[in-house]
Nanobody
């Protein structure tokens, strides 16, 4: 199980970025995908999670209304559209998955990053003027 996050970069406040999380070595269909971030000196936190069928989506309070999570299983890829970015969104962003047989509410998965066994390398998002 391998995941690869991409799409990070430098963006001005108010700008947008779209992160991608591509799965390698397995069929992503049915696997819940979580987006997590870690800012310098801060603990890793859940940002958004999407269930294996896309029917359950969770957003943390800090990104609700600004970020949109989606998935395209035909491309084995999940996405995180980030709009109205602000300085507090600066962080390394990671995608992770827990496995196809684990069924749980996305709010629970997003708030328990330590239980995620499979992680991709992070992609850095820097919001700066």
């Amino acid at each position: 199980v391998q995941l690869q996050a991409s799409g990070g970069g430098l963006v001005q406040p108010g700008g947008s970025l779209r992160l991608s999380c591509e799965a390698f070595g397995f069929n992503m269909y049915g696997w819940s995908i979580g987006w997590f971030r870690q800012a310098p000196g801060k603990e890793r936190e859940g940002v958004s999670c999407i269930s294996g069928d896309g029917g359950d989506k969770y957003y943390s309070d800090s990104v609700k209304g600004r970020f949109i999570t989606s998935r395209d299983d035909s491309k084995n890829t999940a996405y995180l559209q980030m709009n109205s970015l602000n300085l507090e969104d600066t962080a390394n962003y990671y995608c992770a998955t827990i496995g196809r047989t684990i069924i749980q509410p996305m709010e629970k998965m997003c708030n328990n990053w330590r239980a995620m066994p499979y992680w991709g390398k992070g992609t850095l998002v820097t919001v700066s003027s």
